[in-house]
């Protein structure tokens, strides 16, 4: 006989039903102050990076908040019931959390599908990382492809900072797994109790955390930035605050020491950790322990106590809303550049800071709170909302792989536009239309070549012969005639080297030289070390002398060399790091010249603050056009080391950027940049006869 679906009562519906907080809320002030910390180092960071270099400590703030947390949270249900009921865990954390999180996205991919607003060359980039975004997987995609979120260059996506709240969400997942796990084993065999044996494997996985952390960010210091077992013992610090309540600390002394002790920590961060320091590893446990201290502080029973001070209303407000403050400020960031009538002045900045706020404090209130609490939701089981979840990730998936089906044959039109340039560039295009004197008549382009949404993608294609982060193998590459009496010509360098080898080996090609290359990315040819420390400043010492050694046993006609010319220096034996550049700049260049092979060099490019290419898009040429003295380094340690040094050749086509006053993104129709500070291939093709003329004479001379 079959047996009757039994329908479920409504005890039943309430047990099994995910409400916001099943084991009570224990609402702390100053902890939601903290909040407001972390989010505007964060935020203040991402608009004045030169002003709060260390701001990005703001992320690890959270991380320990949301240890602290949510460690509590589940252990007080560990303490009622015993277990920890998983979906209705889940399921809180994703009306929490995704609601907001998906709609920035499906903003991002809508903006993505504009090419007023978003590069095309940029958008394949843009789509894979919205997606990655939408399923928490962001830190990972990152780490993949060794991304340096600290670096203040590149092109970086309008979701780039989802990765930590991919690495969150991970949290969310495997912790209460860890601790139902430790309180198992503590009953069924040993016994115990779940709480000590929670903490005990909390503190277990803390400790491999912090010394895989410190390991990985010494020989991998990019991924070692996201990987998520680097990152969980700061959810441990605060989630053994959360399991020992001797930790949270009643004292009034101790607590105000504590306290104020923990804010000067993040404060000190803040303001003198930059992109340079080796991070996360060792360093994080200031800002780390930092965040711990303030969450220990718990005596709340004078004004002037830490505890009151942040827990005062616009701390609290600024709190509330700083999860979508984090969501919403970076896309609008990286968005403004592109959005007519919009700068990047003090006043603009300060203008679009505000609209975050605005925004972030309306996504609160009609996004955040009714979502979290929607009875269509809470009153049904945890895999209601959990499905509904699932739902709306693919639904703004979908509308990301939708951006690029509407913008493929745009893209793809566009790719083999830049080919055809570099194939056919019109007559007095790029820097002929200056240094030619034939073009000097020439009516002015309004066309802009490549496309300012194609730039980005105008670069060097050989990128297996670019090494870049703690990479230090010195990897060589070959072009050009296999001729025995070939003349043997060597680029080297960093980047800025590497954005001309598109255009050496043609010149290779067509002049029948034999080409080698050695590039590493922040890396130029100077024995003087760089300022950066640990793993990374390591990687550059060894690839230099590795390439010292290589070019001591090969016999070059000329060796050609280019350098960004802000590359931070160690002033160590020097009156200052300029001095130190140009010395080792000397000292390297010697170990050609001494045995009577010519060295030629060229004065580094402007570095622009933006990539124009977000100006060009919406403007006239003559509105995207910078300031000089703001652009342009005048004291480029280049200029000063080829200066009276004896067989080398200093190349400077300034005045093809520049005028008096100002620098141009585009000359003669040549669209220069394809970022900040790295030249496309089509314009330095232009530059091709030049560079062509000095190797020549180089080598004729000797």
């Known amino acids: 006989m079959q047996s009757e679906a039994v329908a479920p009562t409504r005890k039943t519906l309430r047990r099994e039903r995910s409400p916001e907080h099943a084991a009570g809320n224990r609402f702390i002030p100053h902890v939601q102050g903290l909040r407001a910390i972390a989010v505007l180092f964060v935020v203040l960071y991402h608009f004045w990076p030169g002003r709060l270099s260390g701001g990005y400590v703001g992320v690890d703030i959270f991380f320990v908040i949301s240890g602290f947390l949510i460690t509590s949270h589940l252990a007080r249900e560990l303490t009622s019931t015993g277990t920890v009921k998983l979906g209705q865990f889940w399921a809180r954390r994703a009306r929490r959390l995704l609601p907001a999180s998906l709609l920035v996205l499906l903003f991002c991919a809508l903006v993505a599908a504009s090419p007023y607003l978003t590069p095309t060359s940029a958008l394949p980039a843009e789509i894979k990382e919205i997606i990655a975004s939408t399923f928490y997987v962001e830190n990972w995609y990152l780490a993949g492809n060794s991304a340096d979120y600290l670096a203040l260059s590149g092109d970086p996506t309008t979701v780039q900072h989802y990765w930590s709240l991919s690495l969150e969400e991970q949290f969310y997942v495997l912790w209460p797994l860890i601790m139902l796990l430790a309180a198992w ?46 990152r969980m013992w700061q959810f441990g610090v605060g989630a053994v605050i959360a399991l020992v309540p001797m930790l949270r600390v009643r004292n009034a002394m101790v607590s105000f020491i504590l306290g104020w002790g923990g804010i000067l920590a993040l404060l000190y961060t803040a303001f003198r950790f930059d992109g340079q320091t080796p991070f996360p590893g060792y360093m994080a446990l200031l800002p780390t322990l930092g965040a711990a201290a303030i969450i220990s502080a718990s005596n709340v029973d004078r004004w002037w106590y830490p505890t009151r001070v942040l827990a005062i209303r616009p701390m609290r407000f600024t709190g509330d809303i700083s999860y ?28 679009l800071l505000v609209i975050c706020f605005v925004l972030a404090w309306l996504t609160k209130k009609f996004v955040e709170d009714p979502t979290r609490s929607w009875k269509v939701l809470t009153s049904r089981r945890p895999r209601v909302t959990l499905w509904a979840a699932l739902v709306a990730m693919l639904v703004v998936g979908g509308t990301a792989a939708g951006a690029w089906a509407v913008n493929a044959g745009t893209y793809q039109q566009g ?29 002015e382009s309004d066309t802009i070549l490549p496309a300012p949404g194609f730039a980005g993608v105008d670069r060097p294609a050989d990128e297996q012969c670019f090494v870049q982060l703690t990479d230090s193998r010195p990897v060589s590459c070959e072009f050009g005639s296999d001729a025995p009496d070939a003349p043997r010509v060597a680029l080297i360098g960093d980047s800025h080297a590497f954005q001309l080898l598109s255009t050496f080996e043609d010149m290779a090609k067509r002049e029948g030289w034999h080409l080698t290359t050695y590039f590493k990315g922040a890396c130029p040819w100077n024995t003087t070390p760089l300022s950066t420390g640990g793993a990374f400043g390591a990687a550059c010492a060894d690839w230099r002398a590795a390439v010292a050694d290589k070019l001591a046993d090969q016999d070059f006609d000329v060796v050609f060399t280019a350098a960004l010319a802000g590359t931070p220096y160690s002033s160590a034996g020097y009156d200052s790091s300029h001095d130190a550049a140009v010395a080792g700049y000397q000292k390297a260049w010697s170990t050609m010249t001494d045995r009577g092979i010519p060295v030629v060099t060229v004065i580094d490019n402007p570095a622009w603050e933006t990539d124009p290419n977000k100006c060009l898009r919406t403007r006239d040429q003559a509105d995207c056009a910078g300031p000089r003295a703001d652009l342009l380094t005048d004291s480029d340690p280049l200029r ?46 232009t530059l091709a006869p030049y560079y062509t003329e000095a190797i020549k004479k180089a080598m004729s001379a000797n």
């Open 324 to 351: 979508s403050l984090y969501l919403w400020h970076w896309p609008l960031i990286i968005i403004a550049p592109s959005v007519p009538f919009w700068g990047l002045s003090i006043y603009h900045r300060v203008a």
């Open 185 to 230: 084993i503590a009953v069924k065999w040993l016994r115990g109790d779940r709480l000590k044996a929670a903490a005990v494997a909390i503190g277990v996985v803390s400790v491999a955390s912090f010394i895989f952390c410190v390991i990985y960010t010494a020989t991998n210091p990019a991924p070692a930035y996201f990987v998520t077992f680097g």
């Open 415 to 443: 790719v083999q536009a830049i080919q055809e340039l570099r194939d056919n560039p019109p007559s007095c295009f790029g820097a002929a239309s200056v240094l030619d004197p034939s073009c000097g008549d020439a009516p």
């Open 640 to 685: 000063a080391a080829a200066d009276g040094a004896k067989d080398v050749t200093l190349l400077d086509f300034t005045d093809v950027y520049c005028d008096d006053k100002t620098c141009f993104p585009v000359v003669g129709g040549a669209n220069v940049y394809r970022d900040q500070d790295h030249l496309t291939v089509s314009f330095v093709d």
